[in-house]
T-cell receptor, first 112, second 112 residues
Framework: EDQVTQSPEALRLQEGESSSLNCSYT??????LFWYRQDPGKGPEFLFT???AGEEKEKERLKATLTKKESFLHITAPKPEDSATYLC?????????????FGQGTRLTINP | NAGVTQTPKFQVLKTGQSMTLQCAQD?????MSWYRQDPGMGLRLIHY???????DQGEVPNGYNVSRSTTEDFPLRLLSAAPSQTSVYFC???????????FGPGTRLTVL
């Protein structure tokens, strides 16, 4: 069965304290892996797409990496405004159509 | 561009009532989809459409209907609301199905 598991469920860091969020997956026919950020009461906001093992993408204090079994979202010297829930989603082919399967998210809190 | 818009923002229904959640996008995207988000469950795909006149079921389609008569609009209909449909509903769109999806702000639905 296809699964996307994110860990930890919640993470609390001090401002400037770097860390990583994990997204592990077991899916067949993976076409891409997406990272989204979701603020409370809002819709998910696109961050990155990764397509192949070894690929890396960066945006400000965030860097996403991909292996054959998992993806990491590295947060370097985070600021309070980085507090949000981070969602991982894998894209696969189901009955000839491309669909996203989401993980449950990691709720990140950055304390000043 | 307004992006993806959803109405209403909040709705309370009684069991058995019907209603339509509205979704519109002004980006000329071909692919549109509906998700529900429940605590601890992640986002789950309800229905999707790869273009006007074409719709298909996602993971959790029971109790919901969709239609796509124009590129811009993709309404979600609840035929006979049940408490199990209490959730936050998100509409999303993308240029084509395997591009990053842009999400609307969501509709918080409570069924009593």
């Amino acid at each position: 069965e296809d699964q996307v598991t994110q860990s930890p469920e919640a993470l609390r860091l001090q401002e400037g304290e770097s860390s990583s969020l994990n997204c592990s997956y077991t899916v067949s026919g993976l076409r891409g892996l997406f990272w989204y950020r979701q603020d409370p009461g809002k819709g998910p906001e696109f961050l990155f797409t990764l397509y192949s093992a070894g690929e890396e993408k960066e945006k400000e204090r965030l860097k996403a990496t991909l292996t054959k079994k998992e993806s990491f979202l590295h947060i370097t010297a985070p600021k309070p405004e980085d507090s949000a829930t981070y969602l991982c989603a894998v894209q696969r082919i189901i009955q000839g159509a491309q669909k996203l399967v989401f993980g449950q998210g990691t709720r990140l809190t950055i304390n000043p | 561009n307004a992006g993806v818009t959803q109405t209403p923002k909040f709705q309370v229904l009684k069991t058995g009532q019907s209603m339509t959640l509205q979704c519109a996008q002004d980006m000329n995207h071909e692919y549109m989809s509906w998700y529900r988000q429940d605590p601890g469950m992640g986002l789950r795909l309800i229905h999707y459409s790869v273009g006007a006149g074409i719709t298909d079921q996602g993971e959790v389609p029971n109790g919901y209907n969709v239609s796509r008569s124009t590129t811009e609009d993709f309404p979600l209909r609840l035929l006979s609301a049940a408490p199990s449909q209490t959730s936050v509903y998100f509409c999303a769109s993308s240029v084509i199905s395997y591009n990053e999806q842009f999400f609307g702000p969501g509709t918080r639905l409570t069924v009593l």
